[in-house]
């Protein structure tokens, strides 16, 4: 029995220190009250734990431009990503931006007006459509294309830059989108659906460029459904 | 069609589900003809890997016959006898052109929430969580394979489909295992698990030329497939009050060259450590059981490699790093690129040098899975290894 209590004791000496993890649990909480794809029941111990940390550190990496007084100016996204396609390949499809809907999901189309201008439609909040017409600013065929809105809903510019990776990893892609919603309550609502998600969103559709690129599909679970069931 | 789904820890049911269909153009249907259940598989019976939903078709060891194929398809043709890896590989980005299969970049669609867990997604796996991309499983009777042109591999008509079968995953995992101890003549490795992969690796070592290969488990039955097909030497830790000592003095004081996890993160033992890494599990303050681990680092001689097959998902505590250090260990691990094993392995095979049907112990209908699998978790009934019959 002394040797049992020896262990139990032990045990517990072991274990006190971890008492002390409160940003830890903090987290789990935190993580406990937000609706998220990987959120489950079986996300067990530390399994939560750090499924919490990564969610953490998604939040944290979210870039919002502030006015100073806490309130959301705008939204800025820098993303890049390494595409083992050459530069010129990757700038076609890119320029081609009626092709930008098959990787960017919340685009509906983009539909050229002339050789710079071109009408854009997004899926916005509540099912509603969001246009707005773009023209490109630069564009230096197989290193930079930047555009910026001129009229519509959202005022929003962006840019892509092709630039080679080193010993043939392919190419760099520099994506920055800035989003300036109007004010109001409309703008409000957008900037919420933009600004909640703009940075997934950006790192997903460049993911879905890069399956497409690399392999010509886009990876696909191809979960069936039947009765209200997912398989 | 039929298959096993998952619906909660320790919870797997044989249901009807709906029949997969191409998705993409490089997609073929396989009708199984034979799959099996892996130990990793006991980690989602467990409930150990976040991501699982009720309904997930379970299984990533499967063979069968090719079915039905994408319009971008030419290397594959409907009749043909495949056995497939378990990570899907795009066979174009920059890690599937290095061999790196199980790290593909594209075969993931859930890539975003490995990459919140791990900083990067490595490839999509078959009926293994939604975090490896929610791929329908191979303990079905019938799977989508994406990437089909990159994966499968066709199976000559001289072997049976149960000496085929594994080479979808534990043949070439454990085959790595033993290559990642960079064995040299004389070498002495010491596998802790003879399980499945245990096991293999035992004999996958001696293929690649190990002296002395020491198995440590505590079942009977799997120390006895170690003596009798792997040529191992066995420790029943159970019986033995230090293994690390056990195995110092039974290599005249050098410890072993080369160490292997093949356990991985639910280890069982009665160590004090072990008791601490069970209570800590329970408190959800640890996902992984690291009891194994610790005690290769700490045999494994100067200089020496661990090798690590074993499935780890998360954080690991008091794993014994300084000792690592000061003895200038080399550690090895990561899911198997099984594309690169598995022709070469073949070969093996089909040259008589290597049987992996050893470790066979249940032949079942696909239908007994949920009972397979709860005999399987419990060790029960001497099983090593259930292959599944979807037609039976």
Redesign the interface.
């Given at each position: 029995m002394a040797h049992r209590e020896r262990a139990d004791a032990t045990l517990r000496n072991l274990l006190a220190p971890l008492e002390s993890v409160s940003p830890l649990k903090r987290l789990v909480t935190r993580r406990a009250t937000r609706p998220d794809p990987l959120a489950h029941p079986f996300a067990l111990g530390l399994t939560a734990l750090v499924l919490a940390a990564g969610a953490a550190a998604w939040v944290a990496s979210q870039r919002r431009a502030h006015d100073g007084y806490g309130r959301t100016r705008g939204l800025r996204v820098d993303r890049t990503m390494t595409v083992a396609r050459p530069a010129m390949e990757l700038y076609r499809v890119w320029r081609d931006l009626s092709r930008l809907p098959e990787f960017m999901s919340h685009l509906e189309s983009v539909v050229p007006l002339s050789e710079t201008r071109s009408r854009w439609a997004a899926h916005g909040p509540g099912g509603i459509t969001i246009e707005w017409e773009a023209e490109i600013i630069t564009d230096q065929p197989g290193h930079l294309i930047a555009w910026r809105s001129v009229s519509g809903d959202v005022d929003n510019a962006g840019s892509v830059r092709f630039t080679e990776a080193p010993g043939q990893r392919g190419t760099e892609i520099a994506v920055q989108l800035r989003y300036a919603p109007p004010a109001g309550q409309v703008g409000a609502t957008l900037a919420t659906v933009f600004g909640q998600g703009a940075d997934r969103q950006v790192r997903e559709d460049l993911r879905r460029f890069k399956q497409m690129m690399e392999t010509g599909e886009i990876a696909d679970a191809g979960l069936l459904t039947a009765n209200g069931r997912r398989y | 069609m039929r298959a096993l789904?998952w619906h909660?820890?320790r919870d797997v049911r044989s249901e009807q589900?709906?029949d997969?269909?191409i998705?993409?153009?490089?997609?073929a249907i396989v009708q199984v003809t034979a799959t099996a259940i892996c130990g990793s598989d006991l980690h989602l019976y467990g409930?150990?890997?976040?991501?699982?939903?009720a309904?997930?078709?379970l299984g990533h060891e499967f063979m069968g016959e090719i079915v039905e194929v994408g319009s971008?398809l030419t290397n594959l043709k409907v009749g043909d006898r495949v056995v497939v890896p378990f990570p899907i590989a795009?066979?174009?980005?920059?890690y599937c052109?290095e061999g790196l299969t199980s790290l593909c970049?594209?075969?993931?669609?859930?890539?975003?929430?490995a990459?919140?867990?791990y900083g990067f997604s490595g490839a999509?796996l078959f009926g293994y969580s939604?975090l490896y991309?929610?791929?329908?499983g191979g303990q079905a009777e019938y799977v989508?394979v994406?990437?089909a042109d990159v994966g499968p591999c066709v199976v000559p008509a001289a072997l049976s489909n149960e000496q085929a079968l594994f080479l979808s995953d534990i043949l070439p995992t454990a085959y790595m295992a033993a290559e990642n101890c960079g064995i040299r003549p004389g070498d002495t490795v010491a596998v802790w698990g003879a399980g499945p992969v245990g096991l293999l690796t035992m004999a996958c070592a001696r293929v690649l030329g190990a002296e002395r290969v020491i198995g440590i488990d505590r079942w009977p039955a799997r120390l006895r497939l170690a003596e009798s097909h792997a040529k191992a030497e066995t420790i029943d830790y159970e019986q033995t009050p230090d293994v690390v000592e056990e195995l110092k003095q039974r290599t005249g004081g050098r410890g072993p060259d080369a160490c292997v996890d093949a356990v991985g993160m639910e280890a069982h033992a009665a160590s004090?450590d072990a008791?601490?890494d069970r209570?800590?599990?329970?408190?959800?303050?640890?996902?992984?059981r690291p009891h194994v681990l610790r005690e290769a680092m700490q045999a494994c001689r100067k200089g020496g490699t661990v090798s690590i097959p074993g499935v780890y998902?998360?954080?690991l505590d008091k794993v014994p790093f300084g000792a690592a250090f000061a003895k200038g260990l080399t550690l090895r691990m990561g899911q198997t690129h099984v594309h690169r094993y598995m022709r070469p392995l073949l070969a093996l095979i089909e040259a008589g040098r290597l049987d992996p049907t050893f470790i066979i112990t249940h032949r079942w209908p696909l239908t007994r899975g949920p009972e397979a699998y709860r005999l399987f978790r419990d060790k029960a009934d001497d099983s090593v290894k259930f292959v599944l019959d979807p037609a039976a």
């Open positions: - | 789904c909660g820890p589900v709906p997969p269909r998705v993409n153009p490089r997609d409930g150990y890997i976040p991501t699982m939903q309904g997930d078709v971008g795009c066979g174009a980005c920059v052109r970049d594209n075969s993931n669609p859930n890539a975003e929430m990459e919140a867990l999509g939604h991309g929610g791929y329908p989508r994406p990437f004090l008791v601490y209570a800590k599990h329970m408190l959800m303050l640890a996902s992984d998902g998360g954080l």
